[in-house]
């Protein structure tokens, strides 16, 4: 399992990221013009498994997720808070979100973000479906994101 250091480091590592001109994905990292989407820690699918194993996954990912956004917080201060159902409600009218937003908010439910250097930082976790591995992201974005 990869630590909290490890993955300060990639967050570092895709803040100084050039963005691509176009949309690809290399390794445990989506990017495309404007945005990166990597995924921190990835959990076990849980197709055969109980809610016991669930619950507990879920908390080390919270565990893991609060560690970071204290780290974060200390560099960046306080972060905000991005309740995402409204952006998944917005692309699913067929309007437009920006990304990563629009990556995120079809597995991810809520975001703590900061705003540094330029470009915007975010944390989550998602699940595509109870089924689905749990998923620790980080996203970085050029543009403002609200």
Same mark, same amino acid.
């Given at each position: 399992?990869?630590?909290t250091a ?5 967050? %570092? ?8 001109d ?20 990835v959990?076990? %699918?849980?197709w055969?498994? %109980?809610?016991e ?14 560690a970071?956004?204290q780290v ?10 991005l ?35 330029? =470009? ?8 595509? %479906? =109870?089924?689905?591995p749990?998923?620790?992201?980080a996203a ?5 994101v =609200?």
């Open positions: 399992m990869t630590s490890d993955h300060l480091a990639t967050i %570092d590592l895709l803040r100084a990221r050039d963005f691509p176009r949309p690809g994905v290399a390794g445990a990292v989506a990017s495309g013009p404007g945005f990166h989407v990597a995924d921190l820690l959990s076990e %699918d849980f055969d498994a %109980d809610l194993r669930l619950i507990e996954v879920e908390e080390e990912f919270e565990a893991e997720l609060e970071l956004v974060l917080s200390l560099r960046w201060g306080e972060p905000e808070v309740d995402l159902v409204d952006h998944l409600e917005r692309q699913a009218m067929g309007e437009p979100v920006p990304e990563p937003l629009a990556s995120l908010c079809g597995y991810v439910g809520r975001v703590y973000g900061w705003r540094t250097g330029g =470009r915007w930082i975010g944390l989550g976790i998602g699940q595509g %479906d =109870r089924e689905l749990l998923q620790l992201v970085i974005g050029e543009k403002t =609200r």
